[in-house]
């Protein structure tokens, strides 16, 4: 049914069906030209002396006859709209495992890396790029930076900004965070938009699902245009739907929070990887995670790990924490030690006399360093520079 507005209203007779296109054809902005608008005014011959302004001819009815997939074209067109254009700069192991969430969740993904990914990509259903200028030329809503960390600087400062929409959405996805945001904000024009982001996960630990993973963001410059705010949302939308737990907080909290948990895990990791664990008949669980923890930890580049400790200042506090503790427990193991022999050697005699010294715990995380004090207040450890060699290994 068409219907005139000039004649009558819409709503006579609909059909369930045509409600439905009505719903779906809400969806398109009054000033697009609407389908079912036809203005007929420029059919109409001008009078120059008509007193009578005539309104313009329209058809207002959204019930009249359209092509049979017209429908489904809107809700494409819709579906459209939430999905992105992402660049995956850096196409290593992590670039790989992100672009493929995305294509599952419908975003179209470009890639670029040094090395030629081509058929990697094709396989993940992502377009490879081997020249920055021709990815560039696909005007991407958001470029993602997935290098290492050591590269960074340097990829970011190839990318030919001048190729791109001017208010390009620039993300992160690197283990440290005040590092590129600090990059972020000296190599990008303020057109761009910064969003710095750390999944707290890998190929490895997030192979079966996300579910439950923290995902650490900061919106660093958003610029103010709902376009600009709903593609950040859009963006995050990925990660919420695949289950992680959203966690905002500033680039400079979550190095805090990394060098004591990431970092730590990472270089405990590394260390028991050069033990050669192995698995025995007789694993207890505390055994099988410490295997679990190999696997996590090393199948990572060592240029991630060495980014982690040079990357993020409040790495190297923790090593020498570590550093500190295995001192510690050594001296609280020999003390039991020696206490045993002492008995064995001279009896009873010196019972009395002879106290064991007592080790206390580290101060937290972020109190000063100083050395474990024993009960009449004298440090039990010795000075750092007496416990280390002349090369800096344990003495
Ligand atoms: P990675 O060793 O940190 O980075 C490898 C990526 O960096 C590859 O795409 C590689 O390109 C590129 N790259 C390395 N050196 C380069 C150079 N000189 N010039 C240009 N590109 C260079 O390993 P990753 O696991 O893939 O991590 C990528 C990023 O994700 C890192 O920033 C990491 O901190 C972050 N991240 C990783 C994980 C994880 O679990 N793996 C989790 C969260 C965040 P080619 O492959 O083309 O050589």
């Known amino acids: 049914m068409i219907t ?26 009054h000033h697009n030209s609407h389908p079912h608008q036809l203005s007929f005014s420029s059919f109409a011959p001008h009078h ?3 007193h009578r302004r005539r309104r313009p001819l329209s058809v207002r009815a959204i019930d009249a006859a359209q092509p049979y997939d017209y429908e489904a074209h809107l809700v494409h067109r819709f579906t459209q709209s939430t999905k992105l254009k992402i660049a995956v700069v850096g196409f290593g192991n992590f670039g790989q ?7 599952r969740q ?10 030629n990914y081509h058929s990697i990509a094709q396989s993940i259903g992502a377009a490879f790029f081997s020249d920055l200028h021709d990815l560039c030329e696909q005007h991407p809503d958001v470029i993602l930076i997935c290098t290492s960390i050591l590269s960074t600087e340097t990829v970011l400062k190839a990318i030919p ?20 945001k600090n990059i972020f904000l000296q190599v990008l024009p303020n057109h761009f938009d910064i969003l710095c982001t750390h999944p707290m996960f890998g190929p490895e630990s997030g192979k079966h699902s996300w579910q ?6 900061d919106k660093v410059r958003i610029g103010n245009e709902d376009s600009r705010v709903s593609r950040v949302e859009t963006f995050l939308d990925v990660f919420k739907k695949e289950g992680c737990t959203m966690v905002e907080m500033t680039c400079t909290e979550h190095d805090k929070y990394a060098a004591g948990s990431q970092f ?9 990887e050069k033990l050669q664990l192995e698995s025995t008949p007789i694993n207890t669980r505390g055994y099988e995670t410490l295997l ?25 506090e923790q090593l020498e924490r570590l550093d500190l503790a295995f001192e510690s427990l050594k001296k609280e193991l020999f003390g039991h030690l020696h206490e045993v022999l002492r008995k064995q050697l001279f009896g009873k005699s010196e019972e009395s006399g002879f106290r064991r010294p007592m080790l206390s715990k580290l101060p937290k995380n972020g109190t000063p360093l100083l050395p474990p004090q024993s009960e009449n207040g004298t440090p039990l450890l010795p000075a750092k520079s007496e416990s280390l060699g002349d090369n800096g290994n344990l003495g």
Request: proline share 6%.
């Open 292 to 316: 679990n923890l190999v696997e996590n930890t090393a199948s990572d580049s060592f240029d991630l790990y060495y980014g982690l400790f040079m990357y993020n200042k409040n790495a190297m």
């Open 106 to 115: 419908g975003h179209t993904v470009y890639a670029h890396s040094r090395s």
């Open 161 to 180: 900004l001048q190729r791109l929409r001017r208010n390009t959405l620039f993300v992160d996805v690197l283990s440290v965070k005040e590092f590129p």
């Open 212 to 217: 439950n993973l923290p995902f650490v963001f």
């Open 97 to 103: 495992f992100l672009a493929k969430a995305f294509v």
């Open 4 to 29: 005139f507005s000039s004649v009558q209203p819409t709503t006579a007779t609909q059909t369930p069906a045509t409600t439905s296109a009505a719903a779906v054809a809400s969806l398109i902005p």
């Open 48 to 50: 120059p002396h008509s």
């Open 264 to 272: 730590i895990t990472h270089t405990m990791g590394r260390i028991l």
